[in-house]
C-alpha cells in the first residue's frame, strides 16, 4: 500500500548538518501526517518530530530549535534538517506516515546518522 524510502544519512562531526529524505510511494500522500522517529543503541524508539497535512509540526524538546520538518506534496516527500548535531543524536532514523483517513501507520527501514570525531 505504502512504501517509505528514508535516505540521507551518514556520519558527521558534532556541531555538523544532515538533511534526511523519505520519499512516500503510495496514493494520497496530502492525507497523511509524516514523522521521523530515532532509536539509539539500547534505547527506545522515539518521536523525533511530526508534520500534520495542513502543516503543523511538533518536535521533541531535545530537538526544537536544531531540526526542522518539512514536506513537498508535489513530491511526495518530507525532509528533516538537522544541525548542531551532538553524539546524543546518533541512532536510526525511521520515516513514518499516518494515515489520517482509517488510522494506520508505516514505516520505513530506517537511516544511519552517526554523530561522531
Known amino acids: 500500500q505504502v512504501q517509505l524510502v528514508e535516505s540521507g544519512g551518514g556520519l558527521v562531526q558534532p556541531g555538523g548538518s544532515l538533511r534526511l529524505s523519505c520519499a512516500f510511494s503510495?496514493?494520497?500522500?496530502?492525507?497523511?501526517?509524516m514523522a521521523w522517529f530515532r532509536q539509539a543503541p539500547g534505547k527506545q524508539r522515539e518521536l523525533v518530530a511530526r508534520?500534520?497535512?495542513?502543516?503543523?509540526?511538533n518536535y521533541a524538546d531535545s530537538m526544537k530549535g536544531r531540526f526542522t520538518i518539512s514536506r513537498d506534496n508535489a513530491k511526495n516527500t518530507v525532509y528533516l534538517q538537522m544541525n548542531s548535531l551532538k553524539p546524543e543524536d546518533t541512532a536510526v532514523y525511521y520515516c513514518?506516515?499516518?494515515?489520517?483517513?482509517?488510522?494506520?501507520?508505516?514505516w520505513g527501514q530506517g537511516t544511519q546518522v552517526t554523530v561522531s570525531a
Open positions: 513514518n506516515a499516518f494515515d489520517t483517513r482509517f488510522g494506520g501507520s508505516s
Open positions: 503510495g496514493s494520497r500522500f496530502n492525507f497523511y501526517n
Open positions: 508534520i500534520t497535512t495542513s502543516e503543523g509540526t
